[in-house]
Antibody, heavy 117, light 107 residues
Framework: EVQLVESGGGLVQPGRSLKLSCAAS????????MHWIRQAPTKGLEWVAS????????YYRDSVKGRFTISRDNAKSTLYLQMDSLRSEDTATYYC??????????WGQGTLVTVSS | DIQMTQSPASLSASLEEIVTITCQAS??????LAWYQQKPGKSPQLLIY???SLADGVPSRFSGSRSGTQYSLKISRLQVEDIGIYYC?????????FGAGTKLELK
């Protein structure tokens, strides 16, 4: 059974950093692209970033480019999202997801990031 | 960026009723369209991928269709457990974009 478990969320001040993790199990992690998707409170879904199976290719939405870094450790079956220079508009539940192609077939339970002074 | 215009924003329907939700893509995305259901406090669940393919474990009352750049999700006989928010997703090119969502309620 595919399992994705996010961690690392919390309350952080504007301008500070936070690193999210997503521990994967139940599938061959190194064979699949991985993604971060977020959802602001009471709002819709927003794709944030993706990384290829090898980690050699990464993709970001414009609003996080230069501030967020997606990475992975295939030996540890873990996905990361380093978030720097956080803004209030980054407040959201962050989900990691995976699946064949860009179908986000499997999702974690999410971790809440709150950016506030 | 590809825009996904989803309608309606909210929908009230009776049990056993047929429900249809649509998404209009701002450009050709082929069959790179998925549908998700999200229940309160839960993660989204994949229902349909490739515009028309049913995801594993999804009841057959759910179906997807495509006409050009317009995509539809149909629930043939609404059940209580179908209540939630539905989103479409274009997976054709980054930035991958979701529709704004359709809140489905029981009448």
């Amino acid at each position: 059974e595919v399992q994705l478990v996010e961690s690392g969320g919390g309350l952080v001040q504007p301008g500070r950093s936070l690193k999210l993790s997503c521990a994967a199990s139940g599938f061959t992690f190194s064979n699949y692209g991985m993604h971060w998707i977020r959802q602001a409170p009471t709002k819709g879904l927003e794709w944030v970033a993706s990384i290829s199976p090898s980690g050699g290719s990464t993709y970001y939405r414009d609003s996080v480019k230069g501030r967020f870094t997606i990475s992975r450790d295939n030996a540890k079956s873990t996905l990361y999202l380093q978030m720097d220079s956080l803004r209030s508009e980054d407040t959201a539940t962050y989900y990691c997801a995976t699946g064949v192609a860009h179908w986000f077939a499997y999702w974690g339970q999410g971790t809440l990031v709150t950016v506030s002074s | 960026d590809i825009q996904m215009t989803q309608s309606p924003a909210s929908l009230s329907a009776s049990l056993e009723e047929i429900v249809t939700i649509t998404c209009q893509a701002s450009q050709d995305i082929g069959n790179w369209l998925a549908w998700y259901q999200q229940k309160p406090g839960k993660s989204p669940q994949l229902l349909i991928y490739g515009a028309t393919s049913l995801a594993d474990g999804v009841p057959s009352r759910f179906s997807g269709s495509r006409s050009g750049t317009q995509y539809s999700l149909k629930i043939s006989r609404l059940q209580v457990e179908d209540i939630g928010i539905y989103y479409c997703l274009q997976a054709y090119s980054a930035p991958y974009t979701f529709g704004a969502g359709t809140k489905l309620e029981l009448k």
